[in-house]
T-cell receptor, first 110, second 117 residues
Framework: TQLLEQSPQFLSIQEGENLTVYCNSS?????LQWYRQEPGEGPVLLVT?????EVKKLKRLTFQFGDARKDSSLHITAAQPGDTGLYLC??????????FGTGTLLAVQP | KAGVTQTPRYLIKTRGQQVTLSCSPI?????VSWYQQTPGQGLQFLFE???????NKGNFPGRFSGRQFSNSRSEMNVSTLELGDSALYLC?????FGRGPIYNEQFFGPGTRLTVL
């Protein structure tokens, strides 16, 4: 069974701080996606990484796919209250079925 | 371009009843997947439909079923509801299936919050 473990599970920080969220698995994935979900809404796709070692930047967010395509990280620089939400990683394979991580709930205090 | 729409947004049912949820994908998307999200189990894959055929299925009992219509709209049905079926049911649509790089990029709707009493 493929599993994706995220850490930390919860994170409460002050505005302006930096943070990193990790997504780890013992399985290899063809692609790794990161989503952010706000209460009562569906997950919103932030980024997709497909190549081992790939790094993508989206404004203050930096995403990295591990060399072996088993893990990924999300780094947020100078967090803002608008970054608050549930961050989910999801691994994809040969089909459209996604394996979702356990989630990281981030709260950024003003 | 309009996003994925799901109806209804909220639903309250009692044990033993059945329920049908609806999903309209992004225009041009032909793949529709359904996921169940609960606090304890997180997001779990239910099934995927492409060209009116079920392509993938998760580990859910037969009480959970779905279908897709020729316009790519999809419905999900849960029969004989149990308390444990209370969850946020999410629909996701995707354009690609088995072609070129497998990106699995999926775009989610707002979900249907089902409460079983």
């Amino acid at each position: 069974t493929q599993l994706l473990e995220q850490s930390p599970q919860f994170l409460s920080i002050q505005e302006g701080e930096n943070l990193t969220v990790y997504c780890n698995s013992s399985s290899v994935f063809s692609s790794l996606q990161w989503y952010r979900q706000e209460p009562g809404e569906g997950p919103v796709l932030l980024v997709t990484v497909v190549t081992g070692g790939e790094v993508k930047k989206l404004k203050r967010l930096t995403f990295q796919f591990g060399d072996a395509r088993k893990d990924s990280s999300l780094h947020i620089t100078a967090a803002q209250p608008g970054d608050t939400g549930l961050y989910l990683c999801a691994g994809g394979g040969a089909t459209n079925k996604l394996i979702f991580g356990t989630g990281t709930l981030l709260a950024v205090q003003p | 371009k309009a996003g994925v729409t799901q109806t209804p947004r909220y639903l309250i049912k009692t044990r033993g009843q059945q329920v049908t949820l609806s999903c309209s994908p992004i225009s041009g998307h032909r793949s529709v997947s359904w996921y169940q999200q609960t606090p304890g189990q997180g997001l779990q894959f239910l099934f995927e439909y492409f060209s009116e055929t079920q392509r993938n299925k998760g580990n859910f009992p037969g009480r959970f079923s779905g279908r897709q219509f020729s316009n790519s709209r999809s419905e999900m049905n849960v029969s004989t509801l149990e308390l444990g079926d209370s969850a946020l049911y999410l629909c996701a649509s995707s354009f690609r299936f088995g072609r070129g790089p497998i990106y699995n990029e999926q775009f989610f709707g707002p979900g249907t919050r089902l409460t079983v009493l």
